[in-house]
């Protein structure tokens, strides 16, 4: 039977998350294909140390802190704290997964990207998993679901970490992958899938910025010329701004010019005493 969408998927800190993560906002995503819903986090002073042998958590220890989420098909747990053999996600038995972002969560806040855009584009690689095996998501020591070559899919692998950075700005599907899609029960939505994708960004500024460095990178002389321009045209900006905001001043006047009314004449009379004009005041 064709698993319906969207499908629920419950999210659940495992613990708690570094300070400057534990004000995200993971349940505003809309997609067809998913509906998340989050579940209170599980408390951290309940929490075990990892094996002393191990490298972090193992799947048998994750296998046991994580609960499937009533009334969700998948439950997906985040974990800031390390996986072992340098995992950041581990897909367990009964449609479950952890997500780790121990790894990757500096290499995030110091490219600028969202920590959402890594939770998301995980979520996006179990739920297509997910539709694709019927409902059945396998574990990740059943089957290898990702693929080696880094090509920008939420299938990378990414034994390198900084090659994550390639699937969490507008993120896509290789050609491979989407063989896999059109084989399942979302075929026919394959467009709507990759403009979801397409939607998982950098923020503006940040983007912007990576923009500059790349045409710096590709145009070394741009560090000199840019930084100049950009101070003559401030410097310009300045001067019209100045000379907008301050206050008119009186023409000069020609010689031999009539006075006018209220100019004092070499009597010490106006004009206005002389013709009998009433005195301007102010
Ligand atoms: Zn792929």
């Not at 046991?64 to 098909?73: M, R, S, V």
């Not at 990207?113 to 396998?138: A, T």
């Not at 084989?183 to 899938?193: A, N």
Request: proline share 8%.
């Amino acid at each position: 039977m064709p698993t319906p969408l969207p499908v629920t998927v419950g999210l659940q800190i495992m613990g708690s998350l570094r300070p400057r993560f534990q004000n995200i906002e993971l349940g505003g995503w809309s997609s067809l294909f998913f509906e998340i819903r989050i579940a209170e986090a599980l408390p951290e002073d309940l929490f075990p140390e990892p094996p002393k042998d191990a490298t972090g958590y193992t799947d048998a220890q994750l296998e046991a802190l994580l609960a499937p989420l009533p009334g969700c098909q998948l439950t997906i747990g985040i974990l800031d704290a390390a996986l072992d053999d340098g995992y950041y996600m581990r897909r367990l038995s009964g449609n479950r997964a952890v997500i780790s972002t121990h790894e990757v969560a500096p290499l995030l806040i110091d490219r600028g990207y969202r920590i959402q855009n890594f939770i998301y584009r995980n979520v996006y690689q179990l739920v297509i998993g997910f539709l694709r095996f019927e409902g059945q998501l396998p574990s990740t020591t059943e089957r290898k679901l990702a693929h080696t070559p880094t090509r920008g899919c939420v299938f990378d692998w990414n034994g390198n970490r900084e090659d994550i950075l390639n699937s969490l700005d507008s993120p896509t599907l290789c050609a491979a992958c989407r063989e896999h899609v059109r084989l399942t029960v979302v075929h026919h939505l394959l467009g709507r899938l990759m403009s979801e994708l397409a939607r998982i960004w950098k923020p503006v500024l940040m983007r912007a910025a990576g923009w500059i460095r790349n045409k710096v990178d590709k145009h070394p002389w741009l560090a000199i010329i840019v930084p100049v321009v950009g101070g003559l045209v401030l410097n310009l900006a300045a001067s019209a701004l100045y000379d907008w905001l301050k206050p008119a001043a009186a023409p000069p006047r020609p010689q031999g010019q009539h006075h006018a009314a209220g100019h004092v004449s070499s009597d010490g009379r106006t004009e206005a005493d002389r013709t009998g004009l009433p005195r301007r005041r102010g």
